[in-house]
């Protein structure tokens, strides 16, 4: 059986302005960097920090298995019966509502239950990729928890994981997992040339420049959605590093698209196609005719990287 992504329905393309869910995000953001944390202090280190992210799933985001010594566990979002889940390979399942809380609170919930089952974990309690930060245990602020803004964020966020993971599929190189960053609050997956890169210059707000050359130390062409924040709405994106000459004004898809100046990366408003027939190839196209962008002028060997699958008479 074939299912196709052509024809896609708008109605799945839910409405999300800033505005009407802006505490709600704030809260959420900080929580799910809590979770975070806690897997990039205990799962074995990957390159390009690919062992501290989350992943999608159909209920939840979640942090995949852990190790917790000779046992197992792993800690989930369920945004469709609003509980944090902590499950362990010993049978042992702990569950936190997610509902108007601080982000101390929750952090509390977290240690505490995790402690309670015998897993001992310590995380820097400093947020990254946030302004003015407040410690995590110590953040009384951020404390709303709407759950049907959290419900649309993450069908939101299924639906772009959904065509992440189809683009992703037609790579035979070097490709990330289709992944949720919790410092910049986005689902993003990236490709690779095979070639490394010149030392990235840092200077990458909230995040150390060490922690940002580990990330860029090799050719990429890069997309995803982001959520938004201050004045800019929810986008598609896609960048690439080190960008090659003449990337900015490369001709792309859709016509709605374009190359910001400011964010250094090429966008789709999220508003903008959810207005547009069939949503899920003007995605498609999107990241298809950005990632051309990167590889047609970086040189990139585009035939052998391209998956050309085997289709059985």
Not at 188 to 199: L, Q
């Amino acid at each position: 059986m074939t299912i196709s992504v052509a024809n896609s329905s708008p109605h799945v393309w839910l409405p999300l302005p800033l505005a009407v869910w802006q505490d709600t995000y704030q809260t959420l953001h900080l929580w799910t960097q809590i979770i975070g944390k806690i897997r990039l202090a205990l799962a074995p280190k990957l390159n390009h920090w690919w062992h501290s992210t989350l992943y999608v799933t159909p209920c939840e985001l979640t942090t995949s298995t852990l190790p917790a010594g000779t046992c197992s566990f792993q800690i989930t979002f369920d945004f469709l019966k609003h509980q944090l889940l902590i499950e362990t390979s010993d049978g042992i399942t702990q569950a936190i509502a997610l509902a108007p809380r601080s982000v101390a609170d929750f952090y509390q919930a977290v240690m505490s239950t995790l402690k309670e089952i015998g897993i001992e974990v310590q995380i820097w309690t400093m947020p990254q990729e946030i302004a003015d930060p407040i410690p995590l245990d110590q953040d009384e602020q951020h404390a709303a928890y709407d759950p049907e803004f959290a419900q649309q964020f993450w069908q939101i966020l299924m639906q772009a994981d959904r065509l992440l993971r189809v683009f992703r599929a037609r790579y035979a190189g070097k490709c990330s997992p289709v992944h949720f960053f919790w410092g910049s609050f986005d689902l993003a997956v990236t490709r690779f040339s095979g070639r490394r890169a010149p030392e990235h210059p840092g200077g990458v707000p909230g995040m150390a420049d060490w922690v940002t050359r580990e990330a860029y130390s090799h050719e990429v062409s890069s997309c995803g959605f982001w959520f938004g924040g201050g004045s800019v709405e929810a986008l598609f994106y896609a960048y690439a590093y080190p960008a090659p000459e003449g990337f900015k004004d490369y001709p792309i898809q859709p016509p709605a698209a374009f190359y910001s100046a400011e964010m250094q990366e090429f966008i789709l408003p999220y508003e903008v196609l959810r207005q547009m027939d069939d949503p899920d190839a003007r995605v498609l196209e999107f990241l298809q005719s950005t990632y051309e962008a990167a590889a047609n002028l970086g040189h990139w060997d585009c035939a052998a990287l391209e998956y050309k699958p085997v289709v059985k008479g």
